[in-house]
């Protein structure tokens, strides 16, 4: 009898990039128009240093030439994809991973789309790139899709770029697990701690829990409050973490502690004190007893440099129900946050403060001693892993736990601010509010007469599901009748949706018949809320602002999504 033929010898491994390394993907939300379920990656700005994450001595040149199409198909040969379940399920079930390019004319709609279906059953499948089809209209890579048949599918992705023939890099160090329960950990935990501040009205807040009353803990802030990054996003993000601590170990009655979760990716507190009374006060029906406000990684947007941060910081605390009011900073992986610009203020108000920064980025260099790296910390360069929303709730549960051994009076408001809070007592009026404002505010919608429902969306509260935000708006389609608003205000702020779709075209403003601004509402590229300061003055005064669509764009969108401002 003849033995098994002899195998070849396997074909030489080429040099490899590793584009994801164990990550943990959540297929969760429906396809709008289908009936898979999908988790979305961004890469826009992004792909270089999520690759230098894996591998901290890739060359950032390199690492920096794969956002680029061309640069990409020149470099990379083929993409290594291994997919295994995380949640115990079908090791059989097929998932499909596509990467999409964004294009140089219809930036969503014309780019090249790789489409890799794999089985999580932990092999490896091989896709060479010039197996594809390719579009010249490719500039960019932009998005990163896992798509299941099944919803709420947890997979354990790899992703790997291999590289062409003369390439040659460096292999990724593999961290050990992180050790929460070490003294190293818990002595990284206590740096954050930047500023104790007055704890008389948390106190109150967990006195009341421990009567077994209603005690809602509230958070608003950017992608991070949202919890991106936090796979599942309603009971992984640090908000949902810091939520069960407390109500577990404070609560008598645990049922009645209640959570409110308010971050909207990309946006800074200007947005934040537009969106307070409905995503945190529920127009009224919510009365949060405590208020930790997370803008550090995205006040950079915020045109009046604080002042609506401390104004945010004013509304949230000056309510009837005296809630505490907590400053959390969070930070990017490049180290950065506006920490130095926004901690005076919370000192100034003798604020708590917490500064995940203060105990995560001193660490991160020390690869001998330190607790926690950035590859496990980071999802991408901007959002914590959930072992990084983990680091953040236990930073805030510190700073409940330390509060227990202070004893203060309620702190004396300050008459003056520190940079000034002009805009605390601002409300938003929407399509749906405006019969409500009518005898302060008057909007004559022209053409901008349709109602926009492909909107930023948001997984606020408890939820799985992204809420649409602003769904009671503006939207021009055609037409030349100008949006039209009369007022009598002190500040004015203009809410509005940018996107990256074609379909959309520049609004000019007009304030007190002066042209004021140009907004093109492509310039960031996707569905988001953006908002500008339009009227800022020290008394209240008449005055017209005037939306047109510039010249030529008739038949164009553009949607005002809310009108805030200050009586």
């Known amino acids: 009898m003849r033995g098994p033929v002899a195998p070849k010898d396997p074909t030489k491994q080429r040099a490899k990039i590793y584009f994801m390394l164990e990550d943990l993907l959540y297929a969760s939300h429906k396809e709008p128009d289908g009936d898979r379920y999908a988790e979305t990656i961004f890469l826009e700005n992004r792909v270089g240093q999520n690759l230098q994450l894996i591998c901290p001595d890739l060359s950032p040149e390199l690492a920096n030439r794969l956002q680029k199409t061309a640069d990409f198909r020149e470099i990379v040969h083929s993409i290594g994809v291994i997919a295994e379940r995380a949640d115990g399920g079908d090791a059989e079930l097929e998932v499909t991973c596509e990467l999409h390019n964004y294009a140089t004319t219809d930036r969503y709609k014309n780019g090249t789309r790789l489409a890799m279906e794999v089985c999580c059953d932990g092999a490896e499948r091989v896709f060479p790139l010039d197996e594809f089809s390719w579009?010249?209209?490719d500039d960019i890579l932009g998005t990163f899709f896992l798509f299941s048949p099944e919803a709420n599918v947890k997979v354990k992705l790899t992703v790997i770029f291999y590289l062409q023939d003369g390439y040659s890099v460096p292999e990724p160090q593999l961290d050990p697990p992180v050790d929460f329960a070490s003294e190293e950990y818990r002595a990284m935990i206590a740096n954050s701690l930047l500023a104790m501040g007055n704890t008389h009205r948390l106190r109150k807040a967990m006195e009341k829990a421990e009567r077994g009353e209603d005690v809602t803990i509230a958070f608003?802030?950017?992608?991070?409050?949202?919890?991106a990054g936090a796979k599942p996003i309603e009971?992984?993000?640090y908000c949902y973490r810091v939520f069960d601590h407390f109500r577990n170990t404070y609560a008598t009655e645990p049922e009645k502690v209640h959570l409110v979760k308010a971050g909207v990716g990309g946006t800074p507190s200007e947005l934040g004190i537009v969106r307070y009374e409905h995503d945190v006060l529920k127009d009224g029906a919510a009365k949060p007893d405590i208020v930790l406000i997370e803008f550090a990684v995205n006040d950079a947007g915020d045109e009046t440099e604080g002042v609506c941060y401390e104004s945010l910081i004013a509304k949230a605390y000056n309510r009837p129900e005296?809630?505490?009011?907590?400053?959390?900073?969070?930070?990017?992986?490049?180290?950065?946050?506006?920490?130095?610009?926004?901690?005076?203020i919370g000192n100034y108000y003798s604020l708590p403060m917490v500064s995940v920064k203060d105990a995560v980025s001193p660490q991160f260099p020390d690869a001998e001693?330190?607790?926690?790296?950035k590859r496990q910390y980071f999802y991408d360069c901007y959002h914590p892993t959930?072992?990084?929303?983990?680091?953040m709730a236990d930073c805030i549960n510190h700073l409940f736990e330390q509060s227990l051994a202070h004893v203060d009076e309620e702190p004396e408001w300050p008459a003056k601010g520190y940079l000034g809070r002009p805009y605390e007592k601002c409300y938003t009026v929407t399509r749906d509010t405006a019969a409500q404002f009518s005898d302060?505010?008057?909007?004559?919608?022209?053409?901008?007469?349709?109602?926009?429902t492909a909107l930023q969306r948001a997984e606020m509260d408890c939820d799985a599901f992204g809420t649409p935000q602003f769904p009671e708006n503006w939207m021009h389609e055609q037409g030349d009748a100008p949006f039209v608003v009369k007022t009598t205000c002190r500040n004015l702020f203009?809410?509005?949706?940018?996107?990256?779709?074609?379909?959309?075209?520049?609004?000019?403003?007009?304030?007190?018949?002066r042209p004021f601004k140009e907004i093109n509402p492509r310039t960031i590229g996707w569905d988001h809320c953006n908002t500008y300061l339009l009227v800022n003055e020290t008394v209240s005064g008449e005055h017209e602002i005037k939306i047109d669509m510039k010249d030529g764009e008739n038949v164009k969108k553009f949607t005002i999504l809310a009108i805030t401002q200050t009586d």
């Open 135 to 137: 579009r010249n209209e």
């Open 220 to 227: 608003i802030g950017g992608s991070i409050t949202q919890g």
């Open 235 to 237: 009971t992984e993000s």
């Open 322 to 344: 005296m809630p505490a009011v907590i400053l959390v900073f969070a930070v990017f992986m490049n180290d950065w946050n506006l920490q130095d610009r926004l901690a005076p």
């Open 369 to 373: 001693n330190r607790v926690i790296s």
């Open 386 to 391: 959930n072992e990084g929303h983990r680091v």
């Open 440 to 452: 302060r505010i008057t909007i004559e919608a022209g053409s901008f007469s349709g109602t926009d």
């Open 494 to 513: 203009l809410t509005y949706k940018d996107s990256g779709s074609a379909e959309f075209g520049t609004a000019v403003v007009t304030v007190d018949g």
